[in-house]
T-cell receptor, first 111, second 113 residues
């Protein structure tokens, strides 16, 4: 069966520091991969999605970037974090038009 | 018009009652529909999906789809306090560009003991 791993679970970072969040999927090949952010009490905001290695689509302009160095690995990065980057970051995977499945998320606090 | 809309709630129902959650979508070409449950501080989990008009039942949950009226609903029978969560509707919209999977903003459900 397929599983998705996302880490770390929580992260506290100072303003201006770099960020790297990692997500890996096991048990499937060539999945679609997604990064979402969710502010407290709000809906899901799609940040990036990828349909294959090296193929990244950005949904919103911001100081975040994403990379997919391997088929089942998706990385969210920032060179300099802003206070507004705080939130709950979720990685998800899907196959074709099948539903998305989420990792456990990373709660990011910026000080 | 937003692609997927839901009432934000909160929707409050007494324990044992039927909770009815509604979702409307704008693209008539939408083909598949999903309901996710998200507990506070946790990630969304898939609880139901429906592709054809009509009802689909799974335990205490029933998903209803009406493509002509462009709405999908989720009924929770015999609601329990453990059902208190935010319910997200998601729609797969076939298109040649961009991302096909669109989430609604979610409806917060509170089941009162």
């Amino acid at each position: 069966s397929q599983t998705i791993h996302q880490w770390p679970a929580t992260l506290v970072q100072p303003v201006g520091s770099p960020l790297s969040l990692e997500c890996t999927v096991e048990g499937t090949s060539n999945p679609n991969l997604y990064w979402y952010r969710q502010a407290a009490g709000r809906g899901l905001q799609l940040l990036f999605y990828s349909v294959g290695i090296g193929q990244i689509s950005s949904e919103v302009p911001q100081n975040l970037s994403a990379s997919r160095p391997q088929d089942r690995q998706f990385i969210l990065s920032s060179k300099k974090l802003l206070l507004s980057d705080s939130g709950f970051y979720l990685c998800a995977w899907s196959l074709g038009s099948q539903p998305q499945h989420f990792g456990d998320g990373t709660r990011l606090s910026i000080l | 018009q937003k692609e997927v809309e839901q009432n934000s709630g909160p929707l409050s129902v007494p324990e044992g009652a039927i909770a009815s959650l509604n979702c409307t979508y704008s693209d008539r070409g939408s083909q598949s529909f999903f309901w996710y449950r998200q507990y506070s501080g946790k990630s969304p989990e898939l609880i139901m999906f429906i592709y054809s008009n009509g009802d689909k039942e799974d335990g205490r949950f029933t998903a209803q789809l009406n493509k002509a009226s462009q709405y999908v609903s989720l009924l929770i029978r015999d609601s329990q306090p453990s059902d208190s969560a935010t319910y997200l509707c998601a729609v797969n919209i076939p298109r040649n560009y961009g991302q096909n999977f669109v989430f609604g903003p979610g409806t917060r459900l509170s089941v009162l003991p």
